[in-house]
Nanobody
């Protein structure tokens, strides 16, 4: 079992920024591709951003130009830089990573106040 440790969530005012981190706790697991999903109350979990092993990225239309996904292979970590946050970005954010299997993080709450 691989544990993905997320950090960086919190409460921020509209227009603010947060940076989420997702680190694989087991160094024998190398992240091949990684992504961030989010789930707001009463809504389905949705893809926010994804980065593959070559560094190619894709984003949900709603976050394009505001969010940036990146990775540090040496630290076995995937990041999500979130700028210009809006109240509709409020959700629990989940990290997902593939390598030898696919794994989810425990989720981190992001709350954007108006």
């Amino acid at each position: 079992q691989v544990q993905l440790v997320e950090s960086g969530g919190g409460v921020v005012q509209a227009g603010g920024s947060l940076r989420l981190s997702c680190k694989a706790a087991r160094m024998t697991f190398s992240i091949d591709a990684g992504g961030w999903y989010r789930q707001a109350p009463g809504k389905q979990r949705e893809l926010v951003a994804f980065i593959n092993s070559r560094g190619s990225t894709n984003y949900a239309e709603s976050v394009k130009g505001r969010f940036t996904i990146s990775r540090d292979n040496a630290k076995n970590t995937v990041y999500l830089q979130m700028n210009s946050l809006q109240p509709e970005d409020t959700a629990v954010y989940y990290c997902y990573a593939t390598g030898n299997g696919g794994y989810w993080g425990q989720g981190t709450q992001v709350t954007v106040s108006s």
